[in-house]
């Protein structure tokens, strides 16, 4: 299996900051990335796929990049909807794996 | 427009079979594959497995012959059945559509499954 290593845990960052996330696959995903929010109780929402395409309603301070086995998401200019948990996912192969998460704060 | 339901218990008591429901709708689950995703309380995701828009499935080993999908197209239904359930098969429980092969664009709101002891 694929093993994806997420950092950081958790992050805490003021308003207006511009905080990058890292994901790290254990062998070469082929950019076969995507990125997903999840606020508190809901569901993850897809934000970004084939690591650096935004999805549809994705406001664009979200970006993706990367390649090969490392990846990163950003988010530019943070607001306070921006508190989640954000998540990781290789579908490069099965079973498709996920990092362990990142919770954001606002300091 | 697409939405995606989970029913199912809230408490399955220790090794016994959860069972739970996702119905589909404003697409066909014979043009799109449908996944199920766990998610422990306060802990990352977990892929469970698979029904192909063919009628195919596949699972993660991890769950070894203890996972069972299944679907009614006619009722845009896919079941998820699961036996011998521990204490740590305790989660929230999702379905997800599969977009195109690759990733999941749409996911229902889940359903939180207590085991219990």
């Known amino acids: 299996d694929i093993q994806m290593t997420q950092s950081p845990a958790s992050l805490s960052a003021s308003l207006g900051e511009t905080v990058t996330i890292e994901c790290r696959a254990s062998?070469?995903?082929?950019?076969?990335l995507a990125w997903y929010q999840q606020k508190p109780g809901n569901s993850p929402q897809l934000l970004i796929y084939?690591?650096?395409s935004l999805a549809d309603g994705v406001p664009s301070r979200f970006s993706g990049s990367g390649s090969g086995t490392q990846y990163s998401l950003k988010i530019n200019s943070l607001q306070s909807e921006d508190v989640a948990s954000y998540f990781c996912?290789?579908?490069?192969?099965?079973?498709?794996?996920f990092g362990s998460g990142t919770k954001l704060e606002i300091k | 427009q697409v939405q995606l339901k989970e029913t199912g218990p809230d408490l399955v008591q220790l090794t016994q079979t959860l069972s739970i429901t996702c119905t589909v709708s404003?697409?066909?689950?014979?043009?799109?594959?449908v996944h199920w995703v766990r998610q422990p309380p306060g802990k990352g995701l977990e892929w469970m497995g698979a029904?192909?828009?063919?009628?195919?499935?596949d699972y993660n080993s991890a769950f070894k012959s203890r996972l069972s999908i299944s679907r009614d197209t006619s009722k845009s239904q896919v079941f998820l059945k699961m036996n011998s359930l521990q204490t740590d098969d305790t989660a929230k429980y999702f379905c997800?559509?599969?977009?195109?092969?690759?990733?999941?664009?749409?996911w229902g709101q889940g359903v939180m499954v207590t085991v219990s002891s």
């Open positions: 997800a559509r599969h977009h195109n092969w690759e990733y999941f664009d749409y």
């Open positions: 404003g697409f066909s689950l014979t043009t799109y594959n």
């Open positions: 029904m192909w828009n063919g009628g195919g499935t």
């Open positions: 062998e070469d995903i082929y950019s076969n």
């Open positions: 084939d690591a650096n």
């Open positions: 996912q290789q579908y490069n192969n099965y079973p498709f794996t």
